[in-house]
C-alpha cells in the first residue's frame, strides 16, 4: 500500500477536533498516523470507510509482537533504520537454549540459573528475557516434559524449538497462555501450527529457504486473520545474516511491504565462542527481535546486556537520575561531599568508587540534562553557579558542618566561581578519572 500523507489521511477522519485521540486536532492526529507515531484505535469516531483505508496505513511498518502473560516483553514496532534518526523503540529479547537431551542435572542448575540471573547496570536490573528449549531426542513427551518444567519453573515466555509439528503442537497445549513463542512453521505445517498458536495464546515463527517462500507463508497466515508472527531466517554466515536482516528491515521501512514487516528470530548455535558473540551482537545492532544463546554464560551474558543497553538508549536522551543529595554508606553531618553530574553511568561509578573505598559521604547530583561532566559543563549545565543554586536550594547546609565540597579534577575551573557562590564554602579539586577517586579519598579525604 502506498504511504499517505497527513493531509490525506486528515480527508477520512471526521474532523471533529474532539482532542479524545489526545491531539488537539484531526489534522494533528493525521500527521501522527502519517509518522506511525499513533493508532487508528484512538480515534473513537473513526468510520468503517477510515478503518478499511487507514487501518493498513497507520499500523507500525514492522509489527509488533508481545509476549508473557501480561504481554510486557514487546519487539517491533519500528520505524526508523537508524537509530539517531528517532530511537530504536523496543530491545531485542535475550533467550538461553536447553535441549530436551541434556542431563537432568543440568536442566535443573540451567533453569535455575536463568531464574535467578540479574546484571545491575546504571541503576537498571537486567535479566534473561525467555528460555528456550529444543527438541533433540525423538520424544514428545520428553520434548512437552522439559516446556512444562521450564515454564514452571522460570514463568519466562518460551521458545518451543522442534521440527516435529506434533511436538509443537502438544508443547503448546502444555503452556497454554504464557505468551510463549512456537517455531518454526514451514509452508507445510503453517496452518495447523497457526491454528495451535490461535487457541493457545502464542506467537509464531515462520522459516523458508528463502525470502519470496517466507512471503508467502506470511502473506497467507495474515489473509487467514493471523498477525503474531515472526520470521527465521535461514542464513548461515555474518554476512548473510546481516544482509537478510537489513534487506527485511528496509522493505518493511521504506517500501511498506508488510510480508516482511515482522520481528525476527535467530538461534545461535555456532562452535566458536567469539563467533557467538559476533552472532548476537550483530542482532542487537541490526534489527534482531529475538536471539538464542547456545548456553547460560554469564561472561557471554554481561557484554551483550551492556551492547543492548547501549544500543537501544535513545541517543537524544540520556539515561539519567533524579537530581537530589544521594547518601553513599551512612553519612553524618560530618562526612564529606563529593558532587558531580545526573547522567548515570557517572553517578553510578562515582558514588560505587566512593562506596569502595569504605567512606560514608555525601554525594550532591544536580539538574545536568543526563549529560556527562565535560558536556554538561561545555552546555553551561554544570557551573561553579548552578551548583551552588542547587546546594542552597537542597538545604545541604544545614545537614552537613563541613563546608568542604569536592568537585570533579576535569572541571577544576569552576572553584572560584563556586566559592564566589557559595560564601563560607571551600572547593576541592578531585581526580580527572574516576579510577583514581579510591586513592584520592585515602590520600587527601580520609586523613582530614
Known sequence: MKKLTGLQIQKYLPKTNCKECGSNTCLAFAMKLAAKKADLADCPYASDEAKAVLGAASEPPVKGVAFGT???????????????????????????????????????????????????????????????????????AQFVTLAKKAWSMTQKPIVLHSQNPEALIK??????????????????????????????????????????SMVKITSQLKENGFNEILLQFQTHSLSEQFQTNSIARKSALTDNFKPLGYPTLRFIEGDDYLENIIMAVNEISKFGGIFVLPEFDPAQIVPLMTARMNIFTDPQKPIQVE????????????????VTTNFSLTYFIISGEIENSGLSAWLVVPECEGMS??????????????????????????????????????????????EENLPGWKAIVGPQESADLESFITNVVSPR
Open 323 to 338: 537530581p537530589g543529595v544521594y547518601p553513599v554508606g551512612e553519612p553524618n553531618a560530618n562526612s564529606p561531599v563529593f
Open 171 to 212: 508443547a503448546a497445549e502444555a503452556v497454554k497462555d504464557s505468551g510463549s513463542l512456537i517455531a518454526a512453521a514451514t509452508a507445510e505445517t503453517a496452518d495447523m501450527l497457526m491454528k495451535t498458536a490461535r487457541e493457545n495464546n502464542h506467537a509464531l515463527a515462520v522459516t523458508a529457504a528463502d525470502l519470496d
Open 373 to 418: 561532566v565535560l558536556t554538561s559543563w561545555a552546555a553551561g549545565k554544570f557551573s561553579g553557579s548552578s551548583i551552588a543554586g542547587f546546594i542552597k536550594e537542597s538545604d545541604l547546609e544545614s545537614k552537613v558542618n563541613t563546608r568542604e565540597i569536592i568537585i570533579p579534577g576535569y572541571v577544576s575551573q569552576i572553584s572560584g566561581e563556586l
Open 70 to 140: 501480561d504481554r510486557s516483553l514487546k519487539i517491533g514496532e519500528e520505524t526508523v533504520f537508524y537509530r539517531h534518526e528517532k530511537t530504536f523503540v523496543h530491545q531485542s529479547l535475550i533467550a538461553v537454549n536447553i535441549n530436551d537431551t541434556d542431563s537432568s542435572e543440568k536442566i535443573e542448575s540451567t533453569l535455575q540459573a536463568i531464574k535467578d540471573y540479574q546484571l545491575i547496570r546504571v541503576g537498571e536490573t537486567l535479566t534473561i528475557d525467555m528460555v528456550a528449549i529444543t527438541q533433540k531426542s525423538d520424544s514428545v
